[in-house]
């Protein structure tokens, strides 16, 4: 049996099962980040690794300042989906020795960009030589203050969806140039009280069924703010979007309307959490398949 | 210019020139680890990453749970050559989709072995698909004692250096199967004072220029503990010993030798730091060359 044949969330399952854990560790796999610390701790430490490959999410003639940028960003995005702020990061790189060293300067360059513009320390990495694609693995730490971390899985029946920004159409440069939300998701858990948030990654088709299914809920969706150009179809399946997906309770929903003060960035209703868990799925991008 | 015209060090050292950081890194990129905290801290975090990549570091036709395996233990080994334990480990896994579910699943069942061997939780990780080789890229956190913490730097003129085991021929299995030295450095780091300590992963001539360099030192090396069958060359520049490499005082030395208690792995003094940097290079591995 080949991966491709069992779908990436199936692998992940079966993965995950049965892994190590200890006392320290709060959440594990399964949401945007882990969790660790102990449970009376003022502020929990969350970790996070994430990857980009050439021939998968960029091409080699891409601005390697960009890929840089992206390999960080998608980190700094995950911890910011729990409410939290990045540290320190760890960079692996495995580069080809045929490649010119403009393009892997270029590469450092996005990354001490994008650490700068998110307050990220760089404390180390490795660098090894590929046999194929240009590799970058980033690991990420950030902190969270106890009372402010997001889970996936706190969503409740009759929770109104939230989305940040456009959805659709990152290939044409979003996937690139993303902007984490940290500022956004710091002002959101310092005055709402969220039950559920991730960053949508996969698109909104496959990342909304797992927010709903951690939450032990089914979901409705409505109208979707669709990037220009682009169909509620590519605004569910495109993926890489990088826009904040949460839960609030039909109460903090109408607050958070009135109060939401970042002009330039729209915040949309797209749905509900439901008690009814026959509708839990929608198109999103599977890695494996 | 290609990056094969350049080498790793200087690589590495282009790399690393002005990253940002932020007043908890109190070690960057230089050291096994990176070492986060406040200098008034009891205790420090230790952050590490590293890679194994199909074709470099093991032939796609070896066992996956050996690869799962030393996937971790060269991280376990960074932590304990910073004197640390491991706690929370980061799992990044790039796979071709048509690779066959059963070596998959070995790979993470040799992750789970050596992380239940050495007490690491594996907090999270992320799954990709590879248009190329299988990459399986770690990341690893640690606790240790600020007085307990030993860097590369510390070393003294006229210290004594030591290696743990035997050097060379780890190709024959032993860079599959090797046993990060944690109960033997956190003996060291109890019971003796060490000015300087990593671990030997491009092997003796690679790695102790680093050492010596780190500390201001030259060296001088003697007899070599060489592995059954191994050239003193082998034992210099083979690599991936994954044994101990440190520095102590004269006086420190003499106590150690008889104090030693882990009867079936031998200490071996090797060489001294010397006040004369001239001799600073030996051979060893080079992952650009």
């Known amino acids: 049996m080949k991966l491709s044949d069992l779908g990436e969330d199936a692998l992940v399952a079966r993965w995950t099962r049965g892994l190590p854990r200890n006392a320290t560790l709060l959440v594990g796999p399964g949401d945007d980040c882990a969790v660790v610390g102990r449970r009376s701790d003022a502020v929990w430490t969350l970790l996070k690794t994430d990857c980009v490959i050439e021939g998968v999410h960029f091409a080699g003639e891409t601005d390697f300042a960009r890929v840089g940028w992206k390999a960080l960003a998608r980190n700094v995005s995950d911890i910011v989906a729990m409410g939290g702020e ?26 001490r960009r994008c650490a700068r513009k998110f307050g990220v320390s760089i404390a180390g990495g490795e660098t090894a030589r590929s046999p194929g694609p240009v590799f970058v693995s980033v690991a990420l730490t950030g ?9 996936r899985s706190g969503g409740k029946p009759g929770d109104v969806l939230f989305v940040t920004g456009r959805l659709g159409g990152s290939l044409a440069g979003k996937h690139l140039d993303f902007l984490p939300r940290l500022r956004e998701a710091r002002w959101l858990t310092e005055h709402f009280r969220l039950h559920a948030m991730m ?21 409705e969706l409505g109208e979707l703010p669709c990037s220009p150009g682009c169909s509620h179809e590519a605004a ?17 929903a109408q ?28 198109h999103g991008f599977d890695h494996f398949a």
Chains 1, 2 share one sequence.
């Open 143 to 151: 902190r969270v203050e106890r009372g402010r971390c997001v889970l």
């Open 86 to 111: 990045p540290e320190h990061a760890l960079v692996t790189v495995a580069f080809p020795p045929g490649l010119d060293v403009a393009k892997a300067d270029a590469l450092y360059k996005g990354l």
């Open 255 to 282: 607050r958070l309307e009135k109060a939401w003060p970042f002009l330039s960035l729209p915040l949309t209703r797209v749905g509900v959490l439901t008690a009814n868990r026959t509708r839990t799925s929608a």
């Open 199 to 219: 960053d949508l990654s996969d698109g909104l088709g496959a990342d909304l069924p797992r927010l709903a299914k951690a939450s032990g809920c089914g979901f």
């Open 236 to 252: 569910l399946g495109d993926g890489e979007d990088f826009e904040l997906l949460f839960a609030v309770s039909p109460r903090q």
